[in-house]
């Protein structure tokens, strides 16, 4: 089992930058491929970007060129830089980990943080 943590949300302006970290329990976090999602209020959990045990990464068109994901095994953490935000990107970020490769599916995660609020003010 793991448990997520995430951290490093909070009120920024637009054309800003946040990094969010994803901190998991287990020794067996380096088995996962992680998972970053945002739900708006009044909107669907929307994927963000994913990251393979392998280092490869997949991030939705929405974000590509201004978000980046990355990962330190050795810390069991999961970064998402985040650059260039507009206010459309306001929204709970949660990480999520799932056995195997990545995946745009939520549904596709079995482990689930409790989120952290990003707020980007135009």
């Known amino acids: 089992q793991v448990q997520l943590v995430e951290s490093g949300g909070g009120l920024v302006q637009a054309g800003g930058s946040l990094r969010l970290s994803c901190v998991a329990s287990?020794?067996?976090?380096?088995?996962?491929?992680i998972g970053w999602f945002r739900q708006a209020p009044g909107k669907e959990r929307e994927f963000v970007a994913a990251?393979?045990?392998?280092?490869?990464?997949y991030l939705a068109a929405s974000v590509k060129g201004r978000f980046t994901i990355s990962r330190d095994n050795a810390k069991n953490t999961v970064y998402l830089q985040m650059n260039s935000l507009k206010p459309e990107d306001s929204a709970v970020y949660s990480c999520?980990?799932?056995?195997?490769?990545?995946?745009?599916?939520?549904?596709?995660?079995?482990?689930w943080g409790q989120g952290t609020q990003v707020t980007v003010s135009a």
């Open positions: 990251i393979w045990i392998g280092g490869s990464t």
């Open positions: 999520a980990a799932r056995l195997g490769y990545y995946s745009a599916d939520r549904g596709q995660y079995a482990y």
């Open positions: 287990g020794r067996t976090f380096s088995s996962y491929a």
